[in-house]
């Protein structure tokens, strides 16, 4: 296959780059809707016990508020008493209650209104409402019409002035802070690499078409989105993932193809004949590296979670297009481009790479010794990461949005909108005692500010106030519900140990099965569904992984090593998050605030994204010291002369995707900048400590062994091999039976 295409586009390589350039015109064109065609999404896990709650609220009119205003009275004295400030509020709950889309609204205004909607000064209040349906139609329609029809008629000289908040609310801000990030991303980004290429190759031409080949992957990547975007939710921050990696990988593929393309024109080989055996070598070590990458993100469908699901869709569209690009137009242009690709100057040879690495090999367990160390001491802070549930201090402190909540969390005793509701769908009219005592116990519960219910409302055990409200409460099925109110402690330390006690205190009664739910149970029942798969999608990426690098190389060693030291790497990517992140030691640098917890979809996004990087440079890596090894029979010496002449490629490529990666750490959102951080760091960390110092030692180490497989594989292996180098393979000098031997 390889063969064929390449005497293609050796032959007619202007009609390749002239249909290439049309093929990107109608690309460009399809991508340019993609941010549009992208989803918001929620955190809510697809048959939990929290989504059964909010559906039976919604059918009887009610739902957990996911719109909150905050009304502040103008004036040092004034306060929410007042009967100016008043009037005004009632005038923004009057509006609030007219925008289509908007169901129920309460407010601090209301008769027997809890005290938790004003705060302790009163000097604010909260009118708070739910809006159904999906994210898309609320933060797409119900909250900029919210916007234009309650904001805009605020007065702007008083009595009071009016934030918009909100669950959905924030998380649409931090949506269109990611579209602003990914735009001033590519205005950074593509120059940067593109000035990079330049220093790597000192040759305008071939810095352009392997910038090209970046750009091809983008927007490939870009227009496949918006195609699966068609059929199924493909959350708006998988444009984001899909310029870096697209980026990233379309150049490191292109590196690698130039890089090889040089060696075959500086071995005497003509332009054409040079382009084809670099395809050949080149194309098939990018296949293997490309079908890592994919499979390491694909395995995120095993996640039922559109926001995950996303990047596997992005991530899979990213390895075919920059594949594509690299094995396709690339050789075409390095074909038009000929000699004019060669370095001015004599080139790097990699004589340093070599002798630290002949240095590592002489003495393995100190050398390997030592980089272990190192990783484990960096990565030991992962140790004590803690998962938690995102909130509005995602965004930057300067967001309107984050200031109110800042404000409720200072000035508030409580935050009502993150109440739970026990939906007791079975209890009729003649269970109102039950109800009353059920309610009264849950308010006793350690964490719980307040249970209202269609009987009244109780505090410790104790009722503080008859319910007004009691239609309120009311299923149209005839059950009832109840509002769990926690307290501000409760939600700051510990939300989720929250929902697990009221669970377990609603379990079946005489009112028959409860089902709880609210804002802490959604984020809840989410961590506890990406929890409960971790295991299998960590498997799952180390086993498909090991199996392609096992196709490649035809050993069980060589894989077994390389997966063992990926995890070690990543260990750092993992304590730098917790250090810089959970625990804040970042936070003056890069502008957030640290919250003690990370939220769990981010860590496993950067596993895999990772983890599949960081086998695209062995696969690089290994491709070269395995030709070496075949060429030579030497496994030690193949160490590095492998290393050496891999380590200008490995590390133009390492830095010029940690470059790509550390753009987001500018990013108004804290998601992207844990993203931008930590895969800088686990880019450059692989390229580095792994490939310079714990590789070479393991391989030094084993010996011939490296290249062992069982007698089975060894004949599977035979029959899928399709590395670089080609021949025999050397007769063992030791008793493993090595890949290749007769």
């Known amino acids: 296959m390889l063969e064929i295409l390449a005497r293609t586009v050796t032959r007619h390589p202007r009609r390749v780059v002239a249909v290439t350039c049309l093929v990107l015109l109608a690309l460009s064109a ?27 609220l919604a059918a009887s009119g009610r739902g957990s508020p996911n719109v909150a205003l905050l009304v502040e009275p103008w004036g040092r004295d004034a306060t929410v008493d007042d009967p100016a400030v008043e009037a005004a509020a009632l005038q923004v709950v009057g ?128 227009a496949a989105l918006r195609a699966v975007a068609a059929f199924t939710d493909v959350s708006t921050f998988a444009s984001n993932i899909a310029l870096v990696l697209g980026i990233g990988l379309g150049v490191d593929y292109g590196l690698f193809m130039v890089y090889r393309f040089r060696e075959e024109l500086a071995a005497g080989d003509g332009v054409a004949d040079a382009v084809r055996r670099a395809v050949r070598a080149a194309g098939r070590t990018i296949a293997f590296s490309g079908l890592t990458v994919a499979a390491a993100l694909a395995v995120l469908l095993v996640f039922p979670f559109p926001f995950l699901s996303s990047f596997a869709y992005a991530g899979i569209a990213v390895v075919l297009s920059a594949l594509l690009a690299s094995v396709v137009f690339l050789p075409a242009a390095l074909t038009l481009l000929g000699r004019r690709v060669l370095p001015r100057g004599t080139p790097s040879d990699g004589a340093l790479w070599r002798r630290t690495v002949e240095r590592v ?73 039950a109800v009353a005592a059920h309610a ?68 079946p009664t005489e009112l028959g099965a409860a089902l709880v739910g609210g804002y802490p149970a959604d984020l809840a029942d989410y961590r506890d569904g990406v929890a409960e798969r971790l295991p299998l999608v960590a498997a799952l990426v180390v086993l498909v992984t090991l199996v392609v690098l096992f196709a490649m190389t035809g050993s069980v060693v060589v894989p077994a090593i390389a997966g063992v030291l990926n995890v070690l790497s990543l260990s750092v990517m993992f304590g730098v998050l917790v250090a810089g992140f959970q625990e804040g030691l970042l936070a003056g640098v890069l502008g957030f605030e640290a919250t003690g917890t990370i939220e769990p979809s981010i860590p496993l ?30 496994a030690l010496g193949a160490v590095p002369r492998g290393v050496a002449r891999s380590a200008p490629l490995v590390t133009a490529a390492a830095i010029i995707l940690a470059a790509s990666f550390a753009v987001y750490a500018t990013s108004g959102i804290t998601f992207l900048q844990q993203l931008g951080i930590g895969m800088a760091v686990a880019v450059l960390v692989d390229a580095t400590i792994v490939r310079g110092v714990l590789l070479p030692a393991a391989l030094g180490l084993v010996g011939d062994a490296a290249w062992w497989s069982p007698a089975p594989l060894r004949r599977l292996a035979r029959r899928w091999r399709l590395g670089e180098a080609e021949g025999p393979a050397p007769a063992p000098a030791a008793p493993p039976v090595l890949v290749g031997d007769a």
């Open 30 to 56: 399809a991508a340019a809707g993609v941010v549009g065609a992208l989803s918001l999404n929620r955190y809510e896990a697809p048959g939990s016990e929290s989504l059964a709650a909010r559906e039976a």
């Open 95 to 222: 509006d609030l209650e007219s925008v289509p889309g908007v169901g129920d609204v309460w407010s601090a205004w209301d008769p027997a209104t809890p005290d938790t909607l004003v705060s302790d000064d009163r000097t604010a209040g909260l009118v708070l409402a739910w809006a159904p349906g999906d994210a898309d139609r609320v933060r797409g329609t119900v909250l900029p019409a919210i916007e234009d029809h309650v904001l805009a008629g605020v007065p702007r000289d008083g009595p009071v002035t009016v934030t918009l908040g909100g669950g959905d609310q924030v998380f649409r801000v931090a949506a269109e802070q990611a579209r602003t990030d990914f735009l001033r991303a590519e205005l950074v980004v593509i120059p940067l690499v593109g000035l990079l290429l330049w220093a790597v190759y000192r040759r305008l031409g071939v810095a352009l078409v392997t910038l090209a080949t970046g750009v091809l992957a983008v927007v490939g990547t870009l």
């Open 361 to 433: 090999t002489s003495r393995p367990l100190a050398w390997g010794g030592a980089g272990l160390a190192v990783l484990v001491l960096l990565g030991a802070p992962a140790l004590g990461i803690t998962f938690g549930a995102p909130d509005d201090r995602v965004l930057p402190s300067g967001s309107p949005v984050r200031a109110m909540y800042d404000t409720v969390r200072a000035d508030f005793r409580t935050e009502e909108a993150d109440a739970l509701q026990v939906v007791l769908p079975h209890a009729d009219a003649g269970d109102a005692a």
């Open 440 to 507: 009264a116990r849950l308010s006793g519960l350690p964490g719980v500010e307040r249970v209202d219910a269609a009987a009244g409302s109780w505090a410790r055990g104790e009722p503080v106030a008859p319910s007004g409200t009691a239609s309120r409460f009311t299923l149209a099925d005839g059950g009832t519900w109840v509002s769990v109110v926690p307290t501000g402690e409760a939600l700051a330390e510990d939300p989720t140990g929250l929902v697990a006690a009221v669970r377990d205190a609603v379990a």
């Open 605 to 634: 996004l950067m596993f895999c994204i990772a983890y599949g990087l960081s086998m695209d440079y062995q696969v690089f890596l290994l491709a070269r010291v395995q030709e070496e090894y075949r060429r030579s029979g030497d």
